[in-house]
């Protein structure tokens, strides 16, 4: 049974990859950056989100997001407070997103033409194995990290952090109350993926939002 | 695809519940109370397995555990330090563990024998999703939560919280600088899985433990 799954995912992966291909190229003729936010549940990726949608808005960019979820639309009521336009994709149990899920929610999606956005946000699933193997067409995926989760994350989690294009730290403010060790969590990512862009950041106080705007920027272009 | 995936899927599961009735019977035959620990990666499992075990081991009480990693095993040599035997699954990229993965390394364990345990603990693989399907034989499935993860996490995982027959808030000291809403958490848990027991927990201060403790000897009876 065993070879049967390993057979019928490579054939689903490569379903997913052709799919993304075809997604990237309509992304990158729209002219529109994509991302993916991969992270563990309760790491906090809606509130980054939703912090870096209301920024981006305010320096007079657009950008919209796609949020999934296995069940309710509690994120992107979340993320609507941003004034972006929000779509909320339910997997229904399925532990991550895939391509086809998002090319079906941009088709239906009336609110966005991608040739007005200057940026799509995906939020992926919460869960750091799984979507780690679903290319969803983006340009970059980030992988996030909160200073609540242990510095060996990267270490245990190697396939999300090898194929992440940045690294956000989330939740700083709250760093020493949870004995964040700074130094050992940079250095975990580093091996993982030396070199990676790293961000630390605070959706709650804003501290490294503008260095992750300024990213944002540079990588459109 | 999709309908080969399913019965597929359903094939695997079948085939976990019955090995999983197998150990149930060997765990009760052998007179030792088996829990399943899951919860998102970093909330906490492992530094709440550790302080678990060593103050079952004050109490004279013998424990063992499992601990299922993707890859690495840190988390084996921290809960080592608690003096209990230790043994670490690597999964290698699944993200759950299964009742064969739990059979095998029962198996060739030969620093333990379950007739002299009075509790195994199993920490699976840090994910909401997946492991809620797989049956390990454990009689008490324990649904962990931290007040860093936000409140909404039992509806966004229902299947998980649905299936457990216990919650345990952890990192209760830092639910103040996390802006934890107590009250909307157990709101959540009790609106999926109502009249669960809730213990409230910092494996740092020791809050929530005796109460935990307690729990555990009730249980075994």
Redesign the interface.
């Known amino acids: ?1 065993t070879t ?2 390993v057979e ?1 995912r490579r ?2 992966l490569k ?1 997913n990859d052709e799919l993304a291909a075809g997604l990237r190229q309509r992304f990158t003729a729209a002219g529109v950056l994509v991302l993916n936010l991969v992270s ?5 990726k ?1 509130a980054f989100l939703e912090r870096t949608l209301r920024e981006l808005r305010g320096h007079g960019a657009h950008a919209a997001a796609l949020v999934g ?4 639309d ?1 994120d992107a009521r979340r993320l609507a407070a941003s004034g972006a336009p929000v779509r909320q994709i339910n997997t229904h ?1 399925i ?1 991550h997103l895939d391509a086809e899920m998002v090319g079906k929610h941009l088709d239906g999606w009336e609110e966005i033409a991608l040739e007005e956005l200057d940026y799509l946000f995906i939020e992926n ?6 979507p780690s193997s679903y290319d969803l067409g983006e340009r970059i995926r980030v992988a996030l990290l ?1 200073v ?3 510095e ?2 990267p ?5 999300l952090f090898n194929s992440a294009d940045a690294a956000v730290i989330t ?1 700083i ?2 760093a020493e ?2 004995g964040f060790d700074r130094e050992l969590a940079l250095q975990n990512i580093h091996e993982i993926r030396p070199g990676i862009r790293i961000f630390e950041t605070s959706a709650k106080t804003g501290v490294g939002m503008e260095e992750w705007l300024r990213y944002l920027e540079e990588v459109r272009g």
């Open positions: 049974m049967r799954i019928l054939g689903i379903k563990s549940p309760g790491t906090g809606t979820d296995l069940e309710t509690n149990g532990c699933v919460g869960n750091l194995v799984c909160s609540t989760e242990g060996d994350k270490l245990k989690y190697p396939t939740k403010d709250i109350p949870c």
